[in-house]
């Protein structure tokens, strides 16, 4: 029996949230949605191992806002895939959960309606029926790990997760990532240091028990087998990039000494393209060169990108905002998206598979 003298003194409210398994028995997987997302997983950890040549592209928006213009863009990016499936297997990024230094929207699943009524049981199910759409057009997913209850509700749709800079120094993010079913890629810190992605991946090959929830929304210990399919992303750090092959090959000879795979993704946005979506690209140009030049070690990228370029500021009327423009990080547009994957294409497909 709770005593509220010395409990709960700064909490205002607790509200009982759907459990797991209703809301997948309201939104079910269908064959073909699961079809996609183990392919999804598969391939990734296929490119992992070094059986696939291609490199993995998680491209999409820094944030989904709009499920309408993620719908759009899905359609145009599954085309794409089409397109460059001989070298590039493409994955959207959809990505349901901000991280935040201090205070603001926090994403989707948290805000759905971006008015702060926190209507979060509305986001997981806004959430989990736009995986469901997209992952039944074929598209396999990838979005960042950030609250360690959500996976239970989301990771059955997900092929690839990413664990942010903030949070690859958590204990928590590395116990959940532990448990995941799919390939996780640790970004360095915020410093630009690989000491915390490298702990990390020591950390999540192994087997943890820690505390969670199941499928009945009960609080539970949870026991994980280890993830094997853990690696790093350089995302740059204290407005310094880290994409360039001096510090790949540092990379490497980092992941050599701690007895871990030289498998490294880039992040073409954040601190190594200084925010600017322009220089996107760029980075692009640079890791397909190096590619060109004998890097195996390179094994995807991440590119945040969207319908429309750049980004804009969050209005008190959600219905006053620029379709298709991030409302967080600015992005490049489809129409540049498009051309530098597809010159991507063609100047490694005769490259990827002598790797």
Known sequence: MSDNRVENLNIESNTVLVTPDQLKTKLPLS?????????????????????????????????????????????????????????????????????????????????????????????????????????????????????????QYLQDLISWSAIGARTTESQTHREMSSGLSGAVGFKNGTDGGLTVAINALESVSHPHNFLGINEEGQCSIVRTKGNKYGHVVLRGGNGKPNYDSVNVAVCEQTLDKAGLKKNVMIDCSHANSNKDPALQPLVMENVTNQIIDGNKSIIGLMVESNLGWGNQKMTADPSDLQYGVSITDACIDWDTTEKTLLDMHNKLKVVLPTR
């Open 31 to 151: 064959e073909s949605a699961t079809a996609t997302v183990m392919e999804g997983r598969q391939v990734i950890k296929n490119i992992l191992k070094g059986e696939d040549k291609r490199l993995f592209v998680v491209v999409g928006p820094c944030s989904i806002h709009d499920t309408k213009a993620a719908i759009e863009y899905g359609q145009k990016l599954k085309q794409l895939a089409a397109q460059v499936q001989d070298t590039l297997y493409l994955v959207m990024r959809v990505y349901f959960e901000k991280p935040r230094t201090t205070v603001g929207w926090k994403g989707l699943i948290n805000d759905p309606h971006m008015n702060d009524s926190f209507e979060i049981e509305e986001g997981l199910h806004i959430g989990r029926e736009l995986l469901i759409q997209l992952s039944e057009a074929g598209l396999p997913l990838a979005t960042e790990a950030l609250d360690p209850i959500s996976p």
